[in-house]
């Protein structure tokens, strides 16, 4: 999310004086263009839930995003230059502005997940959701300054310049770091992917060891009372959307895949769950 969002604000820092040297744009335009930018990522996010709604893994859905960052980057570095043409700005920045909704919910998905599976951080999901859009924030009072000294061209290099270019080379961080993510994001889904199988294998596997009946367990952080409570619990989502909608996240109007998993598989361990050794005697009698 520090990535993305560090990306993102080369558009909002870098358009207006930009396109006002290329183009002679003043604030209409500017506005016109960043309004537009927001009923794409809309129509982005409802076309991201119905990739959910068919069960597409979020390795898969962030590398979409990844790349439409990288291709909407470069295109900017080399398109954005004094005399271009209107589409030589507003083409670039629909591509990289579209991958945003792919990549925001899907990477909270994961590092939800992964949390998840960290027994100390067990009952620390809210904290750690907040360092996370802690470092997602700092990109966005970091980089405009990044931007406005060393990305942005001043108007008497453009002069001298035979490109005649509105971005300094540094421009190209917004294509290039993507391809980073994108790399980790691979390594890692080749990590669970191989966790995944060895888990597999293993659960097939017998010996003189192993039980005749298998015992009760449940996967992932311990069943207890306290943690269906913190997941399933209203008033804990109430303040988990709260707190995303106060950090500028954007929150989907529908559950991804892996979230509605998971609380299928909750519910249908509340109904296994035996219920009785946690009744008060005196509500029994």
Same mark, same amino acid.
């Given at each position: 999310?520090?990535?993305?969002?560090?990306?993102?604000?080369?558009?909002?820092?870098?358009?207006?004086?930009?396109?006002?040297?290329?183009?002679?744009?003043?604030?209409?335009?500017?506005?016109?263009?960043?309004?537009?930018?927001?009923?794409?990522?809309?129509?982005?996010?409802?076309?991201?839930?119905?990739?959910?709604?068919?069960?597409?893994?979020?390795?898969?859905?962030?590398?979409?995003?990844?790349?439409?960052?990288?291709?909407? $980057?470069?295109?900017?570095?080399?398109?954005?230059?004094? $005399?271009?043409?209107?589409?030589?700005?507003?083409?670039?920045?629909?591509?990289?502005?579209?991958?945003?909704?792919?990549?925001?919910?899907?990477?909270?998905?994961?590092?939800?997940?992964?949390?998840?599976?960290?027994?100390?951080?067990?009952?620390? *999901?809210?904290?750690?959701?907040?360092?996370?859009?802690?470092?997602?924030?700092?990109?966005?009072?970091?980089?405009?300054?990044?931007?406005?000294?060393?990305?942005?061209?001043?108007?008497?290099?453009?002069?001298?310049?035979?490109?005649?270019?509105?971005?300094?080379?540094?421009?190209?961080?917004?294509?290039?770091?993507?391809?980073?993510?994108?790399? $980790?994001?691979?390594?890692?889904?080749?990590?669970?992917?191989?966790?995944?199988?060895?888990?597999?294998?293993?659960?097939?596997?017998?010996?003189?060891?192993?039980?005749?009946?298998?015992?009760?367990?449940?996967?992932?952080? $311990?069943?207890?009372?306290?943690?269906?409570?913190?997941?399933?619990?209203?008033?804990?989502?109430?303040?988990?959307?709260?707190?995303?909608?106060?950090?500028?996240?954007?929150?989907?109007?529908?559950?991804?895949?892996?979230?509605?998993?998971?609380?299928?598989?909750?519910?249908? *361990?509340?109904?296994?769950?035996?219920?009785?050794?946690?009744?008060?005697?005196?509500?029994?009698?």
């Amino acid at each position: 999310l520090f990535v993305f969002n560090s990306a993102f604000q080369l558009i909002e820092t870098g358009l207006a004086p930009a396109a006002n040297d290329a183009l002679g744009w003043g604030p209409v335009e500017t506005s016109a263009i960043l309004g537009g930018m927001s009923v794409l990522m809309v129509g982005c996010m409802i076309l991201v839930m119905v990739l959910s709604s068919k069960r597409v893994k979020d390795t898969i859905i962030m590398g979409i995003g990844c790349m439409c960052w990288t291709v909407g $980057g470069t295109m900017m570095f080399f398109l954005w230059r004094r $005399g271009a043409k209107p589409w030589h700005f507003v083409v670039p920045m629909i591509i990289a502005v579209a991958g945003f909704p792919f990549i925001a919910p899907s990477n909270r998905s994961k590092f939800t997940k992964a949390v998840d599976r960290i027994p100390l951080l067990d009952g620390k *999901q809210g904290m750690m959701q907040a360092v996370l859009s802690m470092f997602a924030s700092v990109a966005g009072f970091a980089t405009p300054g990044f931007v406005a000294a060393y990305v942005l061209r001043h108007p008497e290099e453009i002069d001298g310049s035979s490109n005649q270019r509105e971005l300094n080379a540094s421009a190209l961080y917004v294509a290039i770091l993507p391809v980073f993510v994108l790399i $980790g994001i691979f390594f890692l889904d080749r990590r669970e992917t191989k966790q995944r199988l060895e888990k597999e294998e293993s659960l097939g596997v017998t010996d003189e060891a192993t039980q005749l009946l298998a015992g009760r367990h449940h996967e992932g952080r $311990g069943f207890t009372v306290v943690a269906m409570q913190q997941d399933m619990d209203i008033r804990t989502e109430m303040a988990r959307r709260a707190s995303l909608q106060v950090a500028g996240t954007g929150i989907p109007l529908m559950m991804v895949a892996s979230e509605r998993e998971r609380q299928d598989k909750l519910h249908a *361990q509340m109904k296994e769950f035996d219920w009785s050794e946690f009744v008060d005697e005196d509500e029994e009698s």
